[in-house]
Nanobody
Framework: QVQVVESGGGLVQAGGSLRLSCTASGLTFDDYAMGWFRQAPGKEREVVSCISDSGGSIYYADSVKGRFTISRDNAKNTLYLQMNSLNPEDTAMYYC????????????????WGQGTQVTVSS
């Protein structure tokens, strides 16, 4: 049984930073590409960033390029998202997803999800 668990969300002021973590079990972690998605109230779930199984390929949405950094530690079965220079538009529930193939761009095609962690950025 695959389990994906996110952590690290919270309330931060604009300009601040947060680091999200995601652990995955029940699968061979380094066989899976991983991704971060977010969903704000009334909006569709959108990709933020994703990383290939080896970490050699990375994708960022234009809205987060230069501010967010995705990384993974395959020895710890853990995915990270370092978020800097946060602004109120980054406020959303952030989800971690796992998929055999890279990139992870379309939420509707993915099967393995965490429960999400809330990120709120105050102005």
């Amino acid at each position: 049984q695959v389990q994906v668990v996110e952590s690290g969300g919270g309330l931060v002021q604009a300009g601040g930073s947060l680091r999200l973590s995601c652990t995955a079990s029940g699968l061979t972690f380094d066989d899976y590409a991983m991704g971060w998605f977010r969903q704000a109230p009334g909006k569709e779930r959108e990709v933020v960033s994703c990383i290939s199984d080896s970490g050699g390929s990375i994708y960022y949405a234009d809205s987060v390029k230069g501010r967010f950094t995705i990384s993974r530690d395959n020895a710890k079965n853990t995915l990270y998202l370092q978020m800097n220079s946060l602004n109120p538009e980054d406020t959303a529930m952030y989800y971690c997803a796992a998929n055999r193939n890279f990139p992870l761009l379309r939420a509707g095609l993915l099967n393995y999800w965490g429960q999400g962690t809330q990120v709120t950025v105050s102005s």
